[in-house]
């Protein structure tokens, strides 16, 4: 005989199995909502109580119907209207970009006939984690932090641009398009955006620092594929988003290496299983940057209308 508290019992599961499976079903249906393109109403004035009027940036899809969420962003310093940009920095040198003392330079100019420039990425010694305090993951800083340490190192490249000309506002993601060869199966490249201070102090503007990418995961996560040795590929590194004015004197950076730990884990280069190989390989490493396989970072530019 079902008593009432069992009845109760039992519709409490099942209302709690359907709450789960609408669950479900809702966050399938997100994450398989198709892709649109973003259009922006720049600098639209906004009337507020006091009389007074703000200047706000709109962004929304670029499609017909109804969507659930419009972004605002608040500007910085926006005094006048200004508009979006992605430009290409692209990288330079004569072969030589190692530390911060090389011959690897940024600008916009696309690369022509250039030597690829070199580094052993040896999994015993990896780049380390530049780290200042005692939050999550060990100490990682969120805090911007002095990167020269790192950048005296022949395993870490870095491509510099002259001294800006006026402000410039970085506001948004940011990838780096590299185009590398390893002498290994299987490593990682990755990147770093850096401020460079008119002292020399290198201050990164991303969290964690870097963005990095596994040879074997370039195409995809869940097909993962080993490479060729000497065979140049395509990666494709996203940094974390950021917000930073790189001010008037400063010095756009940009850092190439294969490790950062322990923010990320060591690739050990056999080409082995990740979580149980303890087989470790040096990999020699080319960096490629000419009209073929011209590398370069992508940053969202803000600029002022004039």
Not at 143 to 161: A, G, H
Not at 216 to 221: I, K, N, V
């Amino acid at each position: 005989m079902i008593t009432r508290q069992n009845r109760i019992k039992f519709l409490g599961i099942f209302l709690l199995t359907l709450i789960v499976c609408l669950s479900f079903s809702q966050a399938k249906s997100l994450i398989s909502q198709p892709e649109y393109k973003v259009k922006m109403d720049l600098g639209v004035m906004i009337p507020m109580r006091d009389a007074v009027k703000l200047s706000s940036d709109f962004y929304f899809p670029d499609a017909e119907g109804k969507f659930p969420v419009i972004l605002i962003r608040t500007p910085y310093n926006n005094s006048t209207p200004r508009y979006d940009r992605y430009k290409k920095f692209y990288f330079h040198s004569r072969g030589n970009a190692n530390t911060l003392y090389g011959d690897g330079y940024l600008n916009m100019t696309s690369p022509g006939k250039e030597p690829p420039d070199k580094y052993i990425y040896d999994p015993a010694d990896p780049v380390p984690s530049i780290r200042g305090g005692t939050g999550a993951r060990g100490g990682i800083s969120s805090d911007p932090l002095d990167q020269r340490v790192n950048e005296k190192r022949m395993d870490v490249l870095c491509y510099t641009s002259e001294g800006l000309k006026d402000d410039l506002e970085v506001t948004g993601p940011i990838k780096i398009i590299l185009y590398a060869s390893s002498s290994a199966k299987d490593t990682d490249f990755g990147g770093k955006l850096v401020d460079v201070h008119p002292n020399g102090a290198a201050y990164n503007v991303c969290f964690a620092a870097s963005g990095l990418i596994s040879a074997r995961f370039r195409e995809s996560l869940e097909k993962p594929s080993l490479i060729e040795p000497g065979k140049v590929y395509k990666y494709e590194i996203k940094l974390r988003p950021t917000s930073n004015v790189f001010k008037k004197g400063h010095k756009i950076r940009v850092e190439i290496s294969s490790s950062d730990f322990p923010i990320f884990n060591r690739n050990l280069n056999a080409g082995k299983d990740p979580y149980t190989s303890t087989d470790m390989v040096k990999a020699r490493q080319k960096i490629y940057h000419n009209a073929e396989y011209p590398s370069h970072i992508v940053l969202p530019i803000i600029e002022r209308k004039k």
